[in-house]
């Protein structure tokens, strides 16, 4: 039925009159500062969906162009209510409005609360702010006085990027601690903050505290959402929050936030909550991921504050990696967080018994043995009727009573910190529900592990003065991720134990670190986020990919830098001491009390500005090792890469074996397949070693690398491939019309859609002299992935890269003919743990000759150990200027190593018939057996000043000749006096097993006189 014009006259004028009567209620009850930020068009919005709030359930939505406003009613978890709609979006701006006076519905006795968002966008055009010469002059001066190295140049281009509304809202003195807490954020991942206290908060209306920070590489998604929900949970109430992103697409994207807090129900900050365990949380905020059981049973329902909710999802992570090898089905990680959700009342105990061993304002060993005690019983005493859970959830709890207990020091309650980092005694391996000597036969000297932003980590040393590189392995995807979880433990253990056979050569023994970061797939979002920013800008579709293949690329670089720059960082705080011992960092509990030197090298995904960057923070911080920390430095080092240093020695091994099996390399053609491509460090110095030292004589047949695989039943044109090298390029950019007849290359970059559920990879394939495009099915590619070089026949293999396990007890057979011969005659493990040791001894047992990894690839080890060696005698000055002349004495000396140990193996195994790994193994006992049965000795006695005595001159002929002729002075001067010993015992003990052999072993102490002679 039509309305009458009376009618609509009518409506129309209700309509005014209650639009008039909420404008103006607007005015009257909203803050000034509400219009200024709001404006006039956004004012009239706000009235008209104020009209009809009441049927919005008082809660509306207005969204803009560029942002959105959201009305709804106060409270304290309003802003919490708030956030939560726009998790996904990147917001540089967030204020919130109260009414002075509750909303003008009668029913409803709460003041309204109206928030204004601003998104970021991209390339925003905005007007830059231009800040007056004087009141700049002004500014300058109260800068300076924090960073003396500001100018006024850098102070106007910071005030030009940030947003103007974000300036507008701040005082000078909040201006000028936002301007430091920016600078300060651009070199440090630590959340830069200040506090302010207003004492005259209820007078002044102001927050009673104010919080300006500035952090770097904060994710878009959800981190305000997070925030204010931290806040919330602390009994807080955010009044005033503003933000803005600084270069918001970049790596160096940094986020400036101005945050006016009261204690909620009219209470000041202080009187609401523990400010000190505040400010902890807040500084963590960004590194510990939500786990929702975890927060859902212990967090959300205030049973234990933020900070113990991290450590209790840490202990997840540990509890996980040792049970995971009982049973990983039945230790999952979903089980091991089940398990102490399940009974939070032995959690807490958990938890309040590592708080009495390690909180430095309330430590008490006795209440914490008290505690223990009393957990242990009802541990003991767990009885459901469920027997199999019972029994999983007992060695739950009793691993983590382990890790309390075995925990010698913590940063955790350091106030601002990166990652939790703990350094355990290694009697956690005997709490172990299973047999401890099968999975890890030798306790270790030294464990660490450290959860910070989306990785894990260890390190573990098998002795005190140890050296090892650093391992981040970096899944592709979440499913990877999820396979390689469990066993990042095992994976840091089996590297150092290898290694530590591995340096039998050198004074420092086996360490290993292992970093596990989880696949950038978890920040798609924040690329969903940018890419939508784009679009909103209108900008063009080729410029879009362009500009989100840069972002994707930055972001996954920068999301590994910054888990490793966070592990050292957690790592260096709890080593770094005085001479006896003593900690630097402050608000630690330390039950070790002994110093601890650690010596890191290079390994899978570390590249040259993050060595750079550990070699300069450790010297930052005077650390005893200083640039020493870190091996491999590209400009006062000598970097693995550019000198192909572990691949020299892996060719030395290859030439001896293939010299034994009857080729010589030199003027016999042999063939030969590898793992590993031209842009990697050992497969991509072995391919130029081939072409340097063998160019008519090697048949390189097949490749594989991240890229794709390749094969020629000619030979790859080594040429070609020490060009790609040189380029650093994968296989994938071989060109394919160099193969020979027969030949192909699987591009595994280069995809075809079929369907949404189906890709095909491009296969080139050398046809009747032609090549022919192939689109290969998902399983047709992956067939040829796991199968080309292992299939392939070779005289010699050599895993040069690759994960962990690659060969293994389930899978060993694809190394197999259809004869059931191994497909190569010999190995040489350039890559760690290739072969699992149930494939070595399968394969050996049909005859082939495999040269271990512990012995194949020790010439990294050997030249990091002359790297430190140099580091702790020479200054960078001096160093750079022998460089030349010293890198060509390390390689010598790598050469002169492994060919002992090569001759020796192979001698050993013509004589004996053992298997080469075995004899490897007893190379390297029989070796560190002398060799620390020696340091006992020498750690009884006090070294000679004299230079002539027999154990100096050991001392001396170790070191490179031109430190011998140059600075023997600094030799006897500047090396500590362990690492002395360290050198003249191993130097003596690796000098008699290669020149006596395996079956001399009389006890070194007592013909020591006779050695030295």
């Known amino acids: 039925m039509a309305v009458s014009k009376e009618q609509r006259e009518s409506d129309l004028k209700k309509e005014i009159k209650q639009f008039e009567e909420f404008y103006l209620w607007l005015e009257e009850h909203m803050p000034p500062k509400f219009f200024d930020e709001v404006g006039h068009e956004n004012v009239m919005l706000v009235a008209h969906n104020l009209m009809d709030f009441n049927l919005q359930g008082y809660f509306s939505n207005i969204r803009l162009p560029k942002g959105a406003i959201v009305l709804c009613l106060d409270s304290p978890d309003a802003d919490l209510r708030i956030l939560k709609h726009y998790r996904k979006y990147g917001i540089k701006n967030y204020r919130a409005f109260v009414s002075n006076s509750p909303t003008p519905f009668p029913q409803i006795k709460q003041p309204l609360r109206i928030a204004v968002i601003l998104f970021t966008q991209y390339l925003e055009k905005q007007k830059k702010e231009r800040v007056p010469e004087k009141e700049l002059h002004a500014i300058l001066q109260l800068v300076q006085e924090r960073n003396p190295e500001m100018n006024q140049e850098n102070v106007q281009q910071i005030i030009e990027s940030m947003n103007p509304r974000f300036i507008r809202s701040l005082n000078q003195d909040r201006f000028i601690l936002a301007l430091d807490m920016y600078y300060r954020a651009k070199t440090r991942d630590l959340c830069q903050y200040e506090v302010r206290y207003n004492e005259d908060w209820k007078e002044t209306e102001s927050p009673s505290m104010q919080i300006v920070l500035a952090w770097r590489h904060v994710p878009k998604h959800d981190f305000l959402y997070r925030l204010a929900k931290m806040i919330h949970r602390h009994g807080l109430v955010m009044q005033k929050v503003n933000s803005t992103y600084i270069d918001p697409y970049s790596k160096d994207s940094i986020i400036l936030i101005s945050l006016g807090i009261h204690g909620s129900n009219g209470k000041a900050a202080w009187e609401a909550t523990n400010v000190k365990d505040f400010l902890q949380e807040l500084a963590t905020i960004k590194y510990f991921e939500e786990q929702r059981e975890v927060e859902k049973v212990f967090v959300d329902t205030h049973l234990v ?54 909180d430095p304002e309330q430590a008490d060993l006795n209440k914490y043995e008290a505690l223990k005690e009393k957990l242990v019983s009802l541990v003991d005493k767990l009885d459901t009727g469920q027997e199999t859970n019972d029994t999983r959830r007992k060695n739950i709890f009793k691993q983590g009573i382990s890790f309390v207990d075995n925990v010698l020091k913590t940063n955790f309650y350091r106030n601002n910190k990166t990652a939790f980092s703990f350094r355990l005694s290694p009697s956690c391996l005997e709490a172990l529900p299973y047999d401890r000597a099968e999975k890890f036969p030798e306790l270790p000297f030294g464990l660490f592990f450290i959860k910070g932003f989306s990785f894990i980590g260890f390190h573990i040393r098998f002795v005190d003065l140890a050296r090892g590189g650093v391992r981040t392995v970096y899944p592709e995807k979440i499913e990877q991720y999820q396979i390689e979880r469990n066993n990042v433990f095992a994976e840091c253990y089996g590297l150092a134990f290898t290694q530590q056979k591995k340096n039998k050569d050198i004074p420092e023994g086996g360490a290993k670190a292992v970093i596990l970061l ?62 006896d011992g003593t900690l630097r960092a402050k608000d630690i509990v330390d039950y070790y009390q002994q110093p601890e030197y650690i010596y890191l090298g290079p390994d899978e995904n570390m590249f040259n500005e993050m060595i750079e960057w550990i070699s300069a923070y450790s010297q930052f911080h005077n650390y005893k090792p200083g640039r020493s920390f870190i091996s491999s430095k590209p400009g006062a080092g000598i970097n693995h890469k550019e000198f192909g240093v572990t691949s020299f020695g892996v060719n030395v ?19 030969i397949k590898m793992t590993g491509g031209p842009d990697g460090d050992v497969a991509g110095n072995q391919i130029f070693n081939l072409y340097r030292f063998y160019p008519k004589t090697a048949h390189l047949l097949a490749l594989i690398d991240g890229s794709g695989t390749i094969f020629d039943p000619e030979g790859l044109d080594l040429a070609i491939l020490v060009d790609l090298f040189k380029e650093a390029k994968p296989i994938r950019f071989y060109p394919a019309e160099k193969l020979h007849e027969g030949g192909f290359l699987v591009d595994t970059r280069k995809k075809k859609e079929e369907s949404a559920y189906a890709q095909k990879s491009l296969c080139l394939r050398k046809q009747n002299g032609k090549v022919v495009e192939d689109w290969l099915s998902g399983s047709d590619m992956n067939y040829l992935l796991r199968h080309n070089v292992h299939q392939t026949k070779t005289d010699v293999f050599i895993p040069a890269g690759g994960r962990p396990r690659t060969l293994n007890d389930q899978n060993w057979q694809e190394f197999l003919d259809e004869t059931g011969k191994p497909t190569s005659k010999a190995i040489v493990e350039g890559a760690n743990l290739y072969l699992t040791p149930w494939a070595r001894r399968s394969l050996e047992k049909l005859g082939l000759l495999i040269i271990k990894d512990s012995s194949a690839n020790k010439g990294g080890v050997i030249c990091s150990s002359f790297e430190v060696l140099a580091g702790l005698t020479l200054s960078e000055e001096e160093f750079l200027q022998i460089k030349e002349e010293y890198v060509q004495e390390v390689l010598q000396i790598i050469d002169d190593r492994s060919r002992d140990e090569a001759q020796l193996l192979l001698e050993t195994h013509r004589n004996s018939g053992a298997f080469l790994t075995d004899i490897s193994e007893w190379i390297s006992q029989r070796i560190n057996s002398y060799m620390y049965e020696l340091l006992r000795y020498l750690e009884t006695i006090e070294l000679s000043k004299d230079p002539n005595d027999p154990l100096i001159q050991t001392l001396i002929r170790y070191c490179p000749k031109i430190l011998q002729t140059r600075y023997q002075e600094r030799i006897l001067t500047e090396l500590p006096e362990i690492h002395k010993k360290a050198i003249i015992a191993c130097a003596i003990a690796s000098r008699l097993v290669y020149k006596r052999g395996l079956e001399w072993s009389p006890t070194l102490v007592d013909v020591l006189p006779l050695i030295l002679e």
Do not use: W
């Open 305 to 358: 504050r933020g900070n113990i909710g991290n450590l209790i999802k840490t202990m997840v992570s540990f509890i996980h990696q040792l049970l995971v090898h009982q049973d990983p089905n039945i230790y999952s990680f979903a089980n091991i967080q089940e398990g102490l959700c399940r009974h939070p009342e032995l959690t807490l105990l958990l938890t309040e018994a590592f708080e009495q061993k390690f």
């Open 518 to 579: 989880e696949p950038y797939e978890r920040l798609k979002i924040e690329e969903e986020i940018f890419a939508r920013e784009l679009q909103e800008a209108d900008v063009p579709e080729e410029q879009l990919e362009v500009e989100l293949k840069t972002f994707h690329i930055e972001q996954k670089r920068e999301n590994l830098y910054q888990a490793q720059r966070s592990f050292v960082e957690a790592l260096l705080i709890l080593i770094n001491c005085e001479e």
């Open 653 to 671: 091994y290859m030439e001896e074996l293939l010299k034994f099996i009857g080729i010589d390399p030199r003027k016999n053609p042999f063939t």
